[in-house]
């Protein structure tokens, strides 16, 4: 049994989520000993890996994410690698945590994408999502020139827009990640969901 205060090397996590990172591949005994310790011995209700690779110009970088649903918190480490350069000669990995009570959740939002919606059979529910969850540490305002509806008008009508709570926003396709990948993203925003709807 874990027992808080103890050495991230003597924590464990369940091996389905230690499963999960050794699939993604990325630093797994890193990424393991990360989120072991920002779970702290909690029970884990649900979790979610998702490794994507980014291209940045000439530059292939990888990243890692970790979320773990735990009885009271919501639990997200991410990890992303810095390559050599002359102010760092060699390679670093940066790996943050952070432990968000369920109460401050203030929204999940889950979008699916559908191909040929005509087709559509129940409970497919699509070949991608992206789970966007908010906890109010970061936010995007997205602003619009308003307009009063008349196409003629070229007065000043200010400005509108709206305030999006969007810490964290995963994309996961059935085409790159595959289909238990996106029936565990689906999974994960359920139980979150309904974990912070009580």
């Known amino acids: 049994m874990n027992t808080p205060g103890r050495p991230a090397g003597e924590l464990t996590l369940p091996a389905d989520l230690h499963r999960g990172i050794e699939q993604a591949g990325y630093y797994p005994a890193l990424v393991a000993d990360v989120v072991a ?18 291209f940045d110009h000439d530059t292939v970088r990888r990243h890692v994410t970790v979320l773990v649903l735990t009885p009271t ?3 997200v480490a ?3 690698d810095h390559g050599a350069d002359e102010d ?3 390679a670093t990995v940066t790996a ?19 191909a040929d919606p005509e087709r559509y ?3 497919a529910l699509g070949h991608e999502i992206t789970v966007t969850i908010g906890w109010g540490s970061v936010n995007r305002v997205d602003l619009l020139p308003a307009t009063c509806g008349d196409p003629n008008c070229d ?14 926003s995963l994309r996961i396709s ?9 029936r565990e993203a689906m999974g994960f925003a359920h139980a979150l969901q309904a974990a912070t709807a009580r």
């Open 37 to 54: 310790t920002a779970i702290a011995g909690d029970q884990v209700v649900s979790h979610l890996v998702h490794q994507e690779t980014t």
């Open 88 to 90: 760092a000669p060699v």
């Open 174 to 182: 059935s085409v790159a990640d595959g289909e238990a990948k996106l």
């Open 73 to 75: 918190r919501l639990v």
């Open 96 to 114: 943050t945590s952070e432990s968000i009570p369920l109460t401050g959740v203030r929204g999940v939002m889950l979008t699916h994408v559908v």
């Open 155 to 168: 007065a000043d009508h200010g400005y509108e827009g709206t305030v999006t709570a969007d810490d964290i």
């Open 78 to 80: 991410h990890a992303d």
């Open 121 to 123: 059979r129940r409970g």
